[in-house]
């Protein structure tokens, strides 16, 4: 025995020296890596795959290559580099996909943000302004859309190139610029800086950066060293999240001396929360968000339309083979085409397109199948599901690609091993409630589609349940609105497509069955061979191939890898016990028990294993539906769902030949209550509001919250336009009464701008735009109304915007001019003082008159600075005159009620006296009372210390606001 044990310790140590040996013989793979930026803690899974030896144990020597300003795709596309990471998760160039993969996605929400001065609370609001980005963050990244979306460019902002220096915001040099969340703000926060900030996420819009390319071709050819390399960056991410602290001193020691630990650390803690680890795996691609980019980009007409997108994402190797015997070839040379029969109405499973071709979950798996065959597939189409049966027993075609096994149907067709599982679900009308089991409902009427093998399950497992055959599941719709059926029962798959291709509001899914279908390709049983042959077809299917097909209709992608580490222990382990054999056959028997147990006991630990993913994907899909289409606070549809059904509202009204409107609902002044009652009492508000706007809405109306304060209300089948006033008056009636939150009574009022297709708009981002300038135009007339969209203005909104930049130029160009206007002592016909008067002098129009500029500067700020400039130049010229010997009396000047808001204004007026030796008894100031009353505390205790330097103050305008009989 004890010979026996040292025998079974040197072997081990002996083949584990060997190993060891053969795997430091392997000469390591050389690859190059393009990282965005610096070495920083974007990169740590990178780095300490690198430095912990992940690369080197799967055969490969990475090189990671830091930013050197040079276009790092295409470095790619010129083979200068074999990987690069990028923002967006879509590469493409003037509308053309750019020839590269998707490998990984490391970031699911983008670091990627715009840092705004205060100012700045929208993206409308970056129109006229000055924002620092590159052309890659404003073309192609997660900003690109929002941006488009907000119809910021070129023409109306002023975009300047980065100098990646944040002193450029900071002095206020620049009014807005891109950022990342994980490294500026630490820069800004340190330094005190108040800024706001434009999340896309925040805002409705899907994002995720940190994403690793590769060309198609070097994906092609390079299948199992990717599989390497993800491998390999996964673990360096998992050990980078787990210690943050000690892999942010590596980097900083060892790569980015300029760094400090504090920025790292606080670089890695965002990082984490970034990657979304409770929702995705590490380096997870979301493929369904990759095809929603495609198609939206398209929309945009960003990219041109029917592009092959089959390379976009990477795919793991297949090594699945069909091995036909001579016989099943000679059959398909001689069949030359298979012809099938489907379920024409069983969305998204399978069913024909109105271009007579068929489609869905079905074709897709079919058309996989048919290419590893080699063989041609024709339809023959029928109008239902019992034509179907009827012509596949006729021998009119040759298979069904969704079918389920029974004992009737064997008698005519012959299936395969089932390769799709979809469980019953019962679907109800919303005033049902929740069904926990149906023998509790067996005296109500369920409606099936006829033909179905549902049928013969049900009536197996429920003898006593009443049956309604209908031809597709529309008319079983029909039914449940119609009272004529209390449920609806099918697969889940199909009843959640048709309920959300159709905007089944008033339907929902009330009930599951312990049953469900296990589909299979069902062949006609006189021709075994085709059984056989779509038999080996369908083992061929690797769990990859099942993913990656449901992933396109479901956005869920399970994935399972083999355990390589287990198959070689196993293989070690049986080469010790046949060398054993040769000592002690009793030593064999005993391994061969121990080896039986352990398989055992792995068989019952990967079965509750595969229970456990499977009840993880159930949850994880509620998760994602809920979070991708609603809104959490509100529980309202988010931007993407109701884009998505204005889109299907647009194409109906148009189908129709109808009218749509759009409402877009602005909350009046909600900051001032999100500024003193705090965040919570705005959230309640929020809640409250959308409340009141749905109970005065009719039930076929879509309601959503776009984010922040701002609602919009699809509103479809209109008669007339008063009908449209109607529901916005009713709107605003409806939050007229005072919200009761936390002890506080609140009063809070709504402006809403309404615009109609086809009259206003022909599509999505046309409609929101008219609306959003239509609620603008209802701000501009005293909040509390409602307006409908009209030309005029757009108009006059970008006339407004050609002021505003025209303003800045004339600022900093010195255009303005100040006049006099004297004033006289009627009585004693004696010069009392004169009033200071501006005038702009423009370089092409010529003079323009307060009116027109005044109210757009006050409006946006920049009525301090041309105050200033008036205050100078009287000042100056009261002040020459004085010394000259004359005697003006005293210089009125108007001061706008923003100079009172600047605590710097009694310094400034201080300096300016001093500089022109102007004495404070010739001066007097005038405010309007109306400005006056808007903050009459702050204002009064600067008036006081006005007054106080022998400063007179004077009110303008006195009577005919505030003080109004």
């Keep these: 025995m004890k010979f026996t044990a040292r025998l079974f310790f040197i072997i081990l140590l002996f083949t584990s020296l060997l190993n060891a040996s053969t795997q430091n013989s392997q000469e390591l793979t050389k690859v190059s890596l393009q990282l965005q930026w610096k070495y920083q803690f974007q990169f740590a899974g990178f780095i300490m795959a690198k430095e912990l030896g992940y690369y080197e144990n799967e055969g490969l020597e990475v090189e990671l290559l830091e930013y050197d300003s040079s276009n790092a795709i295409k470095k790619l596309l010129n083979n200068q580099v074999d990987y690069v990471l990028n923002n967006s998760n879509l590469i493409y160039q003037e509308k053309k996909l ?35 980005t590159s052309e890659d963050d404003f073309y192609n990244s997660s900003l690109s859309i929002l941006l488009e979306h907000y119809s910021i460019n070129k023409q109306n902002t002023n975009v300047i190139a980065p100098s990646y220096n944040m002193e450029d915001f900071i002095e206020k040099r620049v009014d807005a610029t891109t950022a990342f969340r994980s490294n500026e703000l630490f820069m800004l926060n340190r330094r005190g800086v108040a800024y706001n900030i434009i999340d896309p996420a925040e805002l409705g819009f899907a994002t995720n950066a940190n994403n690793l390319f590769t060309t198609n071709t070097y994906a092609q050819n390079n299948q199992e060293q990717i599989k390497k390399l993800l491998s390999a960056t996964k673990k360096g991410w998992e050990y980078s999240l787990n210690n943050i602290k000690e892999v942010a001193k590596i980097i900083q020691e060892k790569y980015r001396p300029s760094r400090s630990l504090e920025s790292l650390m606080y670089e890695g803690e965002i990082t984490k929360n970034l990657m979304l680890e ?32 089959q390379n976009l994402t990477f795919s793991k190797p297949k090594e699945s083979i069909l091995n036909l015997t001579k016989k099943e070839r000679n059959y398909l040379q001689k069949k030359k085409r298979v012809t099938i029969c489907v379920d024409p109405h069983w969305k998204p499973l399978e069913w024909i397109g109105s271009d007579k071709r068929y489609k869905g979950i079905g074709a897709d798996y079919l058309h996989l199948l048919s290419s590893r065959i080699g063989t041609k597939i024709s339809l023959y189409q029928t109008a239902n599901w ?120 008033n339907i929902k899914i009330a009930g599951k069955l312990p049953l469900g279908f296990e589909l299979s390709i069902a062949t006609r049983n006189d021709e075994q061979e085709l059984n056989t042959i779509f038999e080996k077809a369908v083992k061929s299917l690797s769990a990859e191939d099942k993913n990656t097909i449901n992933a396109k209709w479901t956005a869920i992608v399970f994935e399972k890898e083999f ?14 016990i046949l060398l054993a054999f040769f000592y002690r056959q009793m030593m064999l028997k005993r391994l061969n028990s121990s ?95 959308s409340n009141r706007i749905k109970s005065s809405l009719r039930e076929k109306d879509t309601l959503s919250r776009l984010g922040g ?25 409806s939050l007229e009464k005072p919200l009761e939150i936390q002890n506080n009574a609140l009063y809070i009022s709504t402006s809403i701008g309404i615009s109609i297709y086809p009259n206003d708009g022909l599509n999505t981002h046309d409609m ?71 005038r702009w002098q423009h370089p092409t129009k010529g003079m323009i008159y307060p009116d027109q500029f005044i109210p757009i500067a006050e409006e946006n700020g920049l009525i301090v600075d041309i105050d200033r400039i008036v205050m100078h130049n009287a000042l100056n010229q009261f002040s020459k005159w004085y010394k000259d010997g004359l005697n003006p009396g005293k210089i009125c000047l108007n001061l706008a009620v923003k100079q009172l808001e600047n605590s710097a204004c009694i310094e400034t007026l201080q300096s300016m006296m001093k500089v022109y030796d102007f004495k404070s008894s010739w001066l007097e100031l005038e405010i309007t009372e109306s400005d006056l009353m808007k903050k009459p505390k702050e204002a009064l205790k600067i008036l006081k210390e006005i007054n106080a330097l022998g400063i007179t103050l004077a009110i303008d305008d006195f009577g005919t606001g505030y003080s109004s009989l």
């Design 563 to 576: 355990d390589y580490a287990l198959m070689y222990k196993i293989i070690l382990f049986i080469l010790l």
């Design 386 to 505: 019992a034509q179907t049966i009827d012509a596949i027993k006729k021998r009119k075609c040759d298979l069904l690609p969704f079918a389920k096994k029974t004992k009737e149907r064997e008698q005519y067709l012959s299936f395969t091993t089932p390769y799709y599982f979809s469980s019953y679900v019962i679907a109800t009308t919303n005033d049902k409630i929740f069904i926990d089991n149906i023998e509790d409902k067996l005296d109500e009427i369920f409606a099936v589609v006829e033909g179905s093998s549902i049928i013969s399950d049900l009536k197996t497992h429920y003898p006593k349940i009443k049956i309604i055959e209908v031809k597709t599941l529309l008319d079983g719709i029909k039914l449940l609105r119609n009272g004529e059926a209390f449920g609806l029962i099918n697969i889940t798959t199909s009843l959640s497509h048709l309920i959300q291709s159709h905007s089944l509001v």
């Design 278 to 309: 409770d929702l995705y795996e590490i380096g997870e691609i979301n493929r369904e968000f990759v095809f929603h980019t495609y198609k939206q980009l398209v929309r945009l007409n960003k990219l041109d339309a029917n592009q092959s997108t």
């Design 98 to 132: 750019q020839d590269v993969t998707l490998l990984a996605t490391y970031f699911q929400r983008s670091p990627l943000i715009i840092v705004t001065q205060k100012e700045i609370k929208s993206p409308l609001d970056l129109k006229g302004k000055t924002f620092m």
């Design 768 to 838: 929101l735009k008219y609306a959003d300038t239509a609620m603008y135009k209802a701000k501009d007339e005293g909040r509390k109304n409602f307006q409908f969209y009209s030309s005029e203005m757009t108009v006059l909104a970008n006339e407004i915007l050609t002021m505003q930049a025209n303003l800045k130029k004339a600022i900093n160009n010195r255009e303005f001019v100040v006049y006099y206007q004297p004033q006289i002592d009627a009585l004693e016909n004696k010069l009392i003082g004169m009033e200071a008067l501006v």
């Design 595 to 689: 080896l039986t147990q352990r398989v055992q006991e792995k068989t019952k630990e990967l079965q509750e294993l595969n229970e456990a993913l499977e009840k993880k994907v159930q949850l994880r899909t509620k998760q994602l539906a809920q979070q991708a289409y609603y809104d959490p606070l509100t529980k309202l549809p988010n931007r993407a769902l109701f884009t998505d059904r204005l889109e299907q509202g647009i194409a109906k009204a148009k189908r129709n030949k109808k009218e749509l409107a759009l409402f877009f609902i602005d909350l009046d002044k909600f900051k001032q209550i999100n500024d003193s009652l705090g965040h919570d009492i705005g959230d309640e508000v929020l809640q409250q509001v």
């Design 709 to 733: 304060d701002e609602f919009t209300i699809i509103v479809e089948d209109i008669q007339n336009h008063k009908e449209l006033s109607f529901i916005a008056q009713k709107i605003i009636n």
